[in-house]
């Protein structure tokens, strides 16, 4: 079974993908590959509601195909079915972080231009993750606390799991 790298968007789910399986699978790259757009311009011509679909679909079809380590957005949780989904997994791992911390890092990162970010004031992003703590929360069967840690212990935390 697949073990799911969970958390709000800069908790640094890709990094540490990356460092547990050169081969993992992050959802939002293989996304931009299938629709041959940014997320950014995809939310601009179909919206949200279209990216959440796909989302959905791409998340089905790893865990059919047993992918080992899967990365995905950090919004997978907002949807029902995707819950649904994750409740049978018996890895789904939160990557747990301060708001400020992340708020700090996406700011930073101007190689990754993110829509929710981007479009809304720090009040309402905040309001954003506020509502997704609990859905994390629920869905996580390991908690990794990783405000202190560099990627490479987060990784090796999870390796051991």
């Known amino acids: ?39 950014n311009d995809y939310f601009a ?5 279209a990216f959440r679909r796909r989302e959905a679909e791409m998340l089905e079809r790893l865990l059919e195909n047993e992918a080992a380590i899967i ?11 995707n819950r649904a989904l994750l409740e049978k997994n018996p890895h789904n791992i939160y990557l747990r972080v301060n708001f400020e911390t992340l708020y700090s890092r996406i700011q930073n990162d101007k190689a990754m231009q993110r829509p929710l970010f981007l479009n809304n004031t720090k009040e309402e992003f ?4 506020d509502g997704r703590l609990p859905l994390y929360e629920a869905i996580a069967t390991h908690i990794v606390d990783v405000e202190d840690k560099t990627p490479e212990e987060i990784a090796e935390i999870i390796r051991c799991l």
């Open 45 to 49: 011509v179909e919206g949200e509601a």
């Open 71 to 81: 990365s995905p957005g950090g919004g997978i949780v907002v949807n029902p079915h």
């Open 126 to 129: 905040k309001k954003i993750f």
């Open 1 to 39: 079974m697949a073990k799911i790298l969970l958390g709000f968007m800069g908790a640094g789910k890709t990094t540490v993908g990356r460092i547990l399986d050169p081969k993992f699978h992050d959802m939002d790259e293989l996304i931009v590959e299938e629709i041959g757009m940014s997320i």
